[in-house]
């Protein structure tokens, strides 16, 4: 009798499965290999997501995990860029960085400054735009949600080519602070995210292939 043939569906699943070989350890390795190697496992790779060709890399599962969830928070402030004492405010990009930032802040006695896409915040506003690869986006902050000399360290989940996070260095010089850092969960390689954003300390926990 043969054996029934293989669905679209669990070929795909089985790419989701074999998903972790081509993530590096970078600043994570402060947890240890047994905790960064925990994490790693949780993050999935979906491929042609959200479209064809593209590597959609997927933190979800490690945040609705207990000790995943630990690991990211306990990892990203063993790594911060710069001291604790360096910086006021923890500010998160919408979507992503607000499922890491308030808890981050909230840990380390910070308040925590939310940059909204377009159009969710009342006036007055503060506004930066940044490209993608089809068209333009922009971030917000209320006028008066940051203090002029205020030292903010900015994260977020992902640092690709660096356009969300330079805006978001914008926006916090715009309204009169100043930037102490960045830190993300994942980096990926061959797009000069780093290298966009200068000079400013930069952490990341994990690399991976774009």
Do not use: H, W
Request: hydrophobic share 40%; glycine share 10%; aromatic share 6%.
């Amino acid at each position: 009798m043969m054996a029934p043939a293989t669905t679209s569906k669990e070929q795909n699943r089985k790419k989701i499965m074999a998903q972790s070989d081509d993530i590096k350890v970078g600043e994570l390795k402060q947890v240890g290999d047994d905790d960064a190697a925990y994490l790693i496992s949780l993050i999935r790779t979906i491929p042609d997501f959200p479209k064809k060709g593209i590597l959609f890399r997927d933190f979800i599962p490690a945040m609705s995990d207990p000790r995943g969830l630990a690991i990211i928070l306990d990892a990203m402030k063993r790594t911060l860029p710069v001291k604790p004492e360096d910086f006021d405010l923890v500010a998160g990009l919408e979507a992503r960085g607000f499922l890491i930032g308030p808890q981050l802040a909230t840990d380390l006695g910070k308040g925590f400054l939310p940059m909204r896409k377009a159009g969710k915040l009342p006036e007055p506003t503060y506004s930066q735009e940044y490209a993608l690869e089809y068209g333009n986006a922009r971030i917000e902050i209320e006028r008066g949600s940051l203090r002029p000399g205020q030292r903010v360290l900015i994260v977020d989940d992902l640092i690709a080519t660096g356009g969300s996070a330079q805006a978001a260095a914008r926006l916090v010089e715009q309204a009169g602070g100043q930037v102490a850092g960045f830190s993300f969960v994942m980096e990926l390689n061959g797009l000069d995210g780093r290298k966009a954003l200068g000079a400013y300390p930069v952490t990341c926990l994990m690399n991976m292939p774009a």
